[in-house]
Every structure is written in C-alpha cells, then in structure tokens.
C-alpha cells in the first residue's frame, strides 16, 4: 500500500473558490479502483493550509489516479486559485494495526 501525505497551500481568501474544486476531487478520487482512502483537511490554526491524506492500493493504482481527467482538471485549477507550495509525500506502509 502506499500512503501519500502531505500539504498544500493557498491564500486564505481563495478557500471557499477552491472547495469545489476540492471536492470534486475528493468524491471522484475516493470512487477509483485502487483507493483506500482520499481526503482534503483544512488546518484550524494556519488558514490557507489544507493536509492531503491518500491511501492506494499499489503503484498501478496511483498511476493510474495520475492519468485521470479528473487531477488533470484540479491541477489546471491550480494557477487561478493561487496554490504554489505543495509537499506531498509517498511512503509504502503495511497493514495497519489498532493501537
């Protein structure tokens, strides 16, 4: 499996114009063969920061995720909504356990 997480950024004033864009996102991430887990979190205390959390089920799963209308759309939404610092992440993770 393969855990993505990480940041992005944007200026505060553009959240409410990037929420459906990010939702769009979300819905048609989390509906893809191969996704486990996909969501968008805004940080409480840094407006404009939003936390990135995705769980795959391998790298054929991601690759094809990458090759989707639907990143290709949120990625073109990047310039207009002001989005410039990303820092995403990917790790390969095992099974998880409870603690």
């Known amino acids: 499996m393969l855990l993505i997480v990480g940041t992005i950024r944007l200026p505060p004033e553009k959240l409410k114009d990037a929420r459906p864009f990010m939702r769009a996102m979300v819905e048609s991430s989390r509906a893809e063969d191969g996704c486990v887990e996909y969501g968008y979190a805004?940080?409480?205390?840094?407006?404009?920061?939003?936390?990135?959390?995705?769980?795959?089920?391998?790298?054929?799963?991601?690759?094809?995720?990458?090759?989707?209308?639907?990143?290709?759309?949120?990625?073109?939404?990047?310039?207009?909504l002001g989005i410039g610092d990303r820092d995403l992440r990917v790790y390969e993770v095992g099974e998880p356990r409870r603690t």
């Open 42 to 80: 805004e940080d409480v205390l840094d407006p404009g920061l939003i936390h990135v959390k995705e769980l795959w089920r391998d790298q054929a799963a991601l690759d094809r995720h990458f090759a989707t209308d639907h990143i290709a759309d949120w990625r073109a939404s990047w310039r207009a």
